[in-house]
């Protein structure tokens, strides 16, 4: 049983467009994040929600919107996607907002042409 | 603020020995540190978490050292194997999430 998985697996688009990246955990947890790793393998936080609560909103262009409709989905919405957006982004969650260990997703890489 | 610092250069040793990993921060001691392992292609998976005021956390084959003195954390793997190979990362929890290293890449070569 996959405990976090994240659809698609990869992405590749246009500069321009929008597109979804999908998120879903089994473990009960109640909280979630967007993580995005570059090219030089540094992986760096974007978003956490809370049981559907955003809690977290780093420097991030308000293109991307994230989105919690029950506290096992955190779904990942990207406007007008720009070359630089180009990154694996990893969805994650973790039993509670404290120093409870993260459990990952395997990643989206997401590359715009 | 807060830095988090591992070396970038990959680390390459003999299957059976020891690998050291290192983990530095530059300002506060944080509350606790957090090893993660990551593969190509995959997502980081937890190995281990060190407290402030524990000096060692051991796990099968794998050890934590937290140093608050040197602000230093340490990751051993003894008995290194070639399946150990991948990518490990220290990370701390700062402004509520957990804010990680570059990471660095070990090889075990057989």
């Known amino acids: 049983d996959t405990a976090v998985s994240q659809t698609p697996k990869y992405l590749v688009t246009q500069m321009g467009n929008d597109k979804s990246i999908k998120c879903e955990q089994n473990?009960?947890?109640?909280?979630m994040y967007w993580y995005k790793q570059d090219s030089k393998k540094f992986l760096k936080i974007m978003f956490s929600?809370?049981?559907?609560?955003?809690?977290i909103n780093e420097t991030v262009p308000n293109r991307f919107s994230p989105k919690s409709p029950d506290k096992a989905h955190l779904n990942l919405h990207i406007n007008s996607l720009e070359l630089g957006d180009s990154a694996v982004y990893f969805c994650?969650?973790?039993?509670?907002?404290?120093?409870?260990?993260?459990?990952f997703g395997n990643g989206t890489r997401l590359t715009v042409t | 603020s807060q830095k988090i610092e591992q070396n970038s250069e990959a680390l390459n040793i003999q299957e059976g020995k020891t690998a050291t990993l290192t983990c530095n921060y530059t300002?506060?001691?944080?509350?606790?540190l957090q090893w993660y392992r990551q593969d190509p292609g995959r997502g980081p998976v937890f190995l281990l978490l060190?407290?402030?005021?524990?000096k060692e956390k051991r796990k099968e084959r794998l050890k934590v050292t937290f140093d608050t003195t040197l602000k230093q954390s340490l990751f051993h793997i003894t008995a290194s194997q070639p399946a150990d190979s991948a990518t490990y990362l220290c990370?701390?929890?700062?402004?509520?999430?957990?804010?990680f290293g570059s990471g660095t890449r070990l090889q075990v070569q057989p």
């Open positions: 060190i407290r402030e005021n524990e």
């Open positions: 473990l009960g947890h109640d909280t």
């Open positions: 994650a969650s973790s039993q509670r907002q404290d120093n409870s260990p993260l459990h």
């Open positions: 990370a701390y929890t700062g402004r509520r999430a957990l804010t």
């Open positions: 300002n506060y001691s944080p509350a606790y």
């Open positions: 929600y809370n049981n559907k609560e955003l809690i």
